[in-house]
């Protein structure tokens, strides 16, 4: 019996771009579907359970940043940004509207299946972790729920992203110990950064202001320039 392939929407207007991608991922194994505008990709979202999303940034009757900010209203899949955009400025709004990952066209075949498949494996494998696990976890003055994707202390309680949960139990289980960026990458998207460390600064400073809300405006995440970071424990 054949496994069901993993299903991916495409959200590119360029058929150029389109044919290309979709070609990779379907040598890789994957079921693309594809969309070339906001609309389209929209219905599409709602009409059909895709395992990932590939997202470009301009598009045109709208925004991939719209686009992305309107699907975490109503649900979770990972998201990746891939677009000729490269300032940090970019980066930075795309993952702040509710990307996981960013990807500079063009991009390498390898780079693209390879953060693909990372992201679906972080995505399966955070489901599998939580299937027998307790639904709270308390450290110190923390508690975290792993259902609601929410942290509190005291009184306070504030929600985070999937992504940003994953990056917190794993400083959490680092005990104080320094995390360099590219652990940090490698173990939470499974796969190597190819020298980009942008997407985990962003989410770590979204984190991390969030994380403020519930702590008198402390810092429990430091950063140490250049290197990485730390829990305050």
């Given at each position: 019996?054949?496994?069901?392939?993993?299903?991916?929407?495409?959200?590119?207007?360029?058929?150029?771009?389109?044919?290309?991608?979709?070609?990779?991922?379907?040598?890789?194994?994957?079921?693309?579907?594809?969309?070339?505008?906001?609309?389209?990709?929209?219905?599409?979202?709602?009409?059909n359970?895709?395992?990932?999303?590939i997202?470009?940034?301009?598009?045109?009757?709208?925004?991939?940043?719209?686009?992305?900010?309107?699907?975490?209203?109503?649900?979770?899949?990972?998201?990746?940004?891939?677009?000729?955009?490269?300032?940090?400025?970019?980066?930075?709004?795309?993952l702040?509207?509710?990307?996981?990952?960013?990807?500079?066209?063009?991009?390498?075949?390898?780079?693209?299946?390879?953060?693909?498949?990372?992201?679906?494996?972080?995505?399966?494998?955070?489901i599998?972790?939580?299937?027998?696990?307790?639904?709270?976890?308390?450290?110190?003055?923390?508690?975290?729920?792993t259902?609601?994707?929410?942290?509190?202390?005291?009184?306070?309680?504030?929600?985070?992203?999937?992504?940003?949960?994953?990056?917190?139990?794993?400083?959490?289980?680092?005990?104080?110990?320094?995390?360099?960026?590219?652990?940090?990458?490698?173990?939470?998207?499974?796969?190597?950064?190819?020298?980009?460390?942008?997407?985990?600064?962003?989410?770590?400073?979204?984190?991390?202001?969030?994380?403020?809300?519930?702590?008198?405006?402390?810092?429990?995440?430091i950063?140490?320039?250049?290197?990485?970071?730390?829990?305050?424990?």
């Open positions: 019996m054949m496994m069901e392939r993993e299903r991916i929407l495409l959200v590119e207007d360029s058929p150029d771009i389109v044919e290309i991608v979709a070609l990779y991922l379907d040598d890789a194994g994957y079921s693309v579907s594809t969309a070339n505008n906001y609309s389209q990709a929209l219905q599409m979202v709602k009409e359970n895709y395992d990932l999303i997202l470009d940034i301009i598009l045109p009757d709208a925004t991939g940043y719209e686009l992305c900010k309107k699907i975490r209203e109503f649900m979770y899949c990972p998201i990746i940004f891939m677009s000729c955009l490269e300032l940090e400025e970019d980066v930075i709004k795309a702040e509207f509710g990307g996981d990952d960013y990807i500079v066209k063009p991009a390498r075949p390898k780079e693209i299946i390879a953060r693909v498949r990372a992201n679906l494996r972080r995505a399966k494998q955070y599998h972790s939580h299937e027998n696990y307790n639904r709270y976890v308390e450290f110190k003055d923390l508690i975290l729920d259902e609601e994707y929410t942290v509190s202390n005291c009184n306070k309680i504030v929600r985070i992203t999937p992504l940003e949960f994953d990056i917190l139990v794993y400083l959490l289980n680092s005990k104080g110990k320094k995390i360099s960026y590219a652990e940090l990458y490698e173990n939470i998207w499974k796969t190597e950064a190819f020298d980009d460390y942008r997407t985990v600064k962003v989410h770590v400073s979204n984190l991390k202001n969030k994380l403020r809300i519930i702590s008198n405006d402390k810092d429990i995440i950063n140490i320039r250049g290197e990485g970071y730390l829990l305050k424990v």
